[in-house]
């Protein structure tokens, strides 16, 4: 069985297309993707159907990583029927989240209290700069490296 892990925010154009294109990237370089389902969702429809925000696919691309072919899409409450993991950007995200799961769900997680337990948010970059980006990056990408030890030693493998 594949572990499904989906990566929400408020729009889906700036920090969860990161996520996914990040995480997707790491397991993927430790050979491992195949074990995986990865996808990304907002709590927001403004932008549906849009490609990510120009930033994120150019800070993703000068990490060698291509968001293009994503689109926006807003979370639906099918999501809470399969996924295993649904990780919130920030605590905003994980209130919207719960306010609308089923009340039974209980996998949604703010994604670096998950990883490091340490209630660190992945701030919303969307009204600053480039370098906004870059640490909204280097944030996900420590915190998927981190998800990946973690998934790879629950599994025992
Ligand atoms: P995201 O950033 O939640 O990281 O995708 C945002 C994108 C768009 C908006 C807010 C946050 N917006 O208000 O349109």
Redesign the pocket.
């Known amino acids: 069985m594949k572990t499904s892990v989906l990566f929400v925010?408020?729009?889906?154009?700036?920090?969860?297309p990161l996520a996914e294109g990040i995480f997707r990237d790491v397991v993927e370089k430790r050979g491992i993707g195949g074990r995986f389902l990865i996808d990304s969702a907002?709590t927001?429809g403004?932008?549906v159907g849009s490609p990510p925000?120009p930033r994120s696919i150019e800070v993703a691309a000068n990490h060698g990583i291509d968001l293009r072919s994503q689109r926006c899409r807003k979370i639906t409450v099918s999501d809470f029927q399969y996924h295993d993991l649904v990780f919130g950007?920030d605590r905003s995200n994980v209130d919207n989240l719960r306010a609308v799961a089923p009340g039974s769900f209980s996998r949604i997680h703010m994604f670096l209290d998950y990883v490091h337990g340490t209630g660190v948010e992945i701030p919303?970059?969307?009204y600053g700069d480039a370098d906004g980006f870059e640490n909204v990056y280097q944030m996900i990408r420590e915190g998927s490296e981190a998800l990946a030890d973690r998934l790879i030693a629950s599994t025992g493998s």
């Open positions: 925010c408020l729009g889906n154009i700036c920090r969860s907002g927001g403004w932008h925000d950007m919303d970059p969307y």
